[in-house]
């Protein structure tokens, strides 16, 4: 069964700093990886989907990776701002299903 | 606008009492599911639905039932809700694999 884990759970950082956030999962046999962004009491918004032919995706500020073989994905924020404090989350798309790491709190502090 | 709605956005309810959440989505995917999030442990899929009139399992089916009669509707089920389901229910349909989320019901179950 596909396990996906995301570290750190938690994370804080100033005002315009780049950062990075941390996705990995157990089977490899993947067609795609989203990330999504979840404001308090709201639902999920996609942020980026990088199918597995693919190594990277790019929007705006964010730019995603992903490394099949090894089990990784990350996802990269440039120049932090205190709008972009929310949980983002990794979901695989394996088979028919979709299976979701914890998620990680970002906090940007103005 | 392109959107998954679901209702109620709130229930308190009692153990045994059939209960259904719905869901609809206007974007005519063929593709749409059931999760739920709770702390700790993330969003596990409940149900998913490749079409209409076809339905599976996903991770935590146990005490679950859904339909999928029209492409636009997938509403979720509980026969006899118990304590332990108690959490945080979005419905979500998918083109392309990109996933839309509905705005979340939160279920409380005495």
């Known amino acids: 069964k596909q396990e996906v884990t995301q570290i750190p759970a938690a994370l804080s950082v100033p005002e315009g700093e780049n950062l990075v956030l941390n996705c990995s999962f157990t089977?490899?046999?993947?067609?795609?990886l989203q990330w999504f962004r979840q404001d308090p009491g709201k639902g999920l918004t996609s942020l980026l989907l990088?199918?597995?032919?693919?190594r990277e995706q790019t929007s705006g500020r964010l730019n995603a990776s992903l490394d099949k073989s090894s089990g990784r994905s990350t996802l990269y924020i440039a120049a932090s701002q205190p709008g972009d404090s929310a949980t983002y989350l990794c979901?695989?798309?394996?088979?028919?299903?979709?299976?979701f790491g914890t998620g990680t709190s970002l906090t940007v502090i103005p | 606008e392109a959107q998954v709605t679901q209702n109620p956005r709130y229930l308190i309810t009692v153990t045994g009492k059939k209960l259904t959440v719905t869901c609809s989505q206007n974007?005519?995917?063929?593709?749409m599911s059931w999760y739920r999030q709770d702390p700790g442990l993330g969003l596990r899929q409940i149900y998913y639905?490749?079409?209409?009139?076809?339905?599976d399992k996903g991770d935590v089916p146990e005490g679950y039932k859904v339909s999928r009669k029209e492409k636009r509707n997938f509403p979720l089920i509980l026969e006899s809700p118990s304590p332990n389901q108690t959490s945080l229910y979005f419905c979500?349909?998918?083109?392309?694999?990109?996933?839309?989320f509905g705005p979340g019901t939160r279920l409380t179950v005495l």
């Open positions: 990088i199918q597995s032919s693919q």
């Open positions: 639905s490749m079409n209409v009139e076809v339905t």
């Open positions: 089977d490899s046999a993947i067609y795609n």
């Open positions: 974007m005519n995917h063929e593709y």
């Open positions: 979500a349909s998918s083109l392309a694999d990109r996933s839309y």
């Open positions: 979901a695989v798309a394996t088979g028919n299903q979709f299976y």
